[in-house]
């Protein structure tokens, strides 16, 4: 057990739509990393967060955002949702969000777009 | 685009056997990663090398790293039935960055 947990972890729904997929880091980690995880391109990074700033971004789509609450915890907002947009959706979190730091990753958000 | 490339992409061995996969990447790094997903389960963490150290063991696992090559191994040895999983390399510069992973089947 990672200690991360992420909620829900599967989600259906339509095309247009907008979800939130919930983050709970490990306790006393400071910095939040969200991925996407598809057949076709892999594992992404999205954006990372540092108690509470966003500290680094990659390949996140105008579409989502995201946020880390006072409480650490983080959300991630998916709208107008595209079939593209299906994958696995992975929470990490690490102690000080440095490079030389260990991730630990939550079991995912399956994401399906019908 | 990814970074880090494994190689094989899949790797199909008998229990007892040792398991090697290779990463190679692109461009300079700080440390490199490397992590096992279980099927539908996230990434875990197995093991970071930096930069500057050209081999590392842990347990069972032996990543070594050629920076000059920008390459980096990871063995296996005395395979398991469980260690039946996907195997990803991160390199890191600011962010991790995973290649398309190695799916290691280890047949009991």
């Known amino acids: 057990d990672s200690g991360v947990t992420q909620t829900p972890k599967h989600l259906i729904t339509a095309t247009g739509q907008r979800v939130t997929l919930r983050c709970s880091p490990r306790?006393?980690?400071?910095?939040v990393y969200w991925y996407q995880q598809s057949l076709d391109q892999g594992l992404q990074f999205l954006i990372q967060?540092?108690?509470?700033?966003?500290?680094a971004k990659g390949n996140i789509l105008e579409r989502f955002s995201a946020q880390q609450f006072p409480d650490l915890h983080s959300e991630l907002n998916l709208s107008s949702l595209e079939l593209g947009d299906s994958a696995l959706y992975f929470c990490?979190?690490?102690?000080?969000?440095?490079?030389?730091?260990?991730?630990?990753f939550g079991d995912g958000t399956r994401l399906s777009i019908l | 685009s990814q970074q880090g490339e494994e190689d094989p992409q899949a790797l199909s061995i008998q229990e007892g056997e040792n398991a090697t996969m290779n990463c190679s990447y692109k461009?300079?790094?700080?440390?490199l990663q490397w992590y096992r997903q279980n099927s539908g389960r996230g990434l875990v963490h197995l093991i970071l090398?930096?930069?500057?150290?050209r081999e590392k063991h842990s347990g069972r696992l032996r990543v070594t790293l050629d920076t000059s090559k920008k390459s980096s191994s990871l063995l296996i040895t005395a395979s398991r039935a469980a260690d039946t999983a996907s195997y990803f390399c991160?390199?890191?510069?600011?962010?991790?960055?995973f290649g398309q992973g190695t799916i290691l089947t280890v047949h009991p």
């Open positions: 990490a979190s690490s102690e000080f969000g440095t490079d030389n730091q260990p991730q630990h």
């Open positions: 306790s006393g980690d400071l910095s």
């Open positions: 967060y540092y108690n509470g700033e966003e500290r």
């Open positions: 461009t300079s790094i700080n440390n």
């Open positions: 090398i930096r930069s500057n150290e």
């Open positions: 991160g390199t890191s510069y600011g962010k991790l960055t």
